[in-house]
């Protein structure tokens, strides 16, 4: 059973545009909640991450959005570009592990 | 340019066939993993090793073992190939005191079994 669920699957976004990705979890056990981004042939990388204790953190044009009481966090892509074109993973940490979400594929259209 | 680096990048093996997936690490990382990666589940974890020797089932062990002998290696082995086991294999690295706890992965091997 997945431990993270996440969603779209896959979307499509104008240049300029702004992708907006969801997670949810059920474990409240989990202490850490990154976000990887993956490009054909390549493995997943590290993006932006953050701890339940702070509601928004901010790297340039990524911003997570946390929700503690909703189990909920968000990757907002702010002015999508090509290069962005990737598949995205949420996850969430405990005990060293982390858990993965299914992945969303962003499509940027110049 | 620190690294996971991960044998073969594209396998093909048979039915039956005992399979081993090699992951070297030069960061002196001492957590590691191996993940398969299917379209549609994501990435799911197989196996987990925190220590050289010491090794912790994932959520999907079964037809699985592992190996630690050193530090910067870990080996994923198939003891027997199944179709079912056709997939991306993705190995990681993590330090277990970090300030991102972010994990590095590898460039993934792509294991068809015929």
């Known amino acids: 059973q997945q431990q993270v669920k996440q969603s779209p699957q896959s979307l499509i976004v104008q240049k300029g545009g702004i992708s907006i990705i969801n997670c949810a979890y059920e474990?409240?056990?989990?202490?850490?909640f990154p976000w990887y981004q993956q490009f054909p042939g390549k493995g997943p990388a590290l993006l932006i991450a953050i701890r339940p204790d702070v509601s928004e953190k901010k790297e340039g044009r990524f911003t997570i959005s946390f929700n503690k009481s909703a189990k909920q966090f968000s990757l907002h892509i702010m002015d999508s570009q090509p290069g962005d074109s990737a598949t995205y993973f949420c996850?969430?940490?405990?005990?060293?592990?982390?858990?993965f979400g299914a992945g969303t594929t962003v499509t940027v259209r110049a | 340019d620190v690294k996971v680096t991960q044998s073969s990048r594209y396998l093909v093996k048979r039915t039956g066939e005992k399979v081993f997936l090699e992951c070297v690490q030069d960061m002196d990382h001492e957590n590691m993993f191996w993940y398969r990666q299917d379209p549609g589940l994501g990435l799911r974890l197989i196996y987990f090793?925190?220590?050289?020797?010491?090794?912790e089932k994932g959520d999907i062990p079964e037809g699985y073992s592992v190996s630690r002998e050193k530090k910067e290696r870990f080996s994923l082995i198939l003891e027997s190939a199944s179709t079912n086991q056709t997939s991306m294999y993705l190995c990681?690295?993590?330090?277990?005191?970090?300030?991102?706890?972010?994990?590095?992965f590898g460039s993934g091997t792509r294991l068809t079994v015929v």
């Open positions: 474990n409240t056990a989990f202490d850490y």
């Open positions: 990681a690295s993590s330090l277990v005191q970090s300030t991102n706890y972010g994990y590095t």
């Open positions: 090793s925190y220590d050289v020797k010491m090794k």
């Open positions: 996850a969430a940490r405990r005990n060293y592990k982390l858990s």
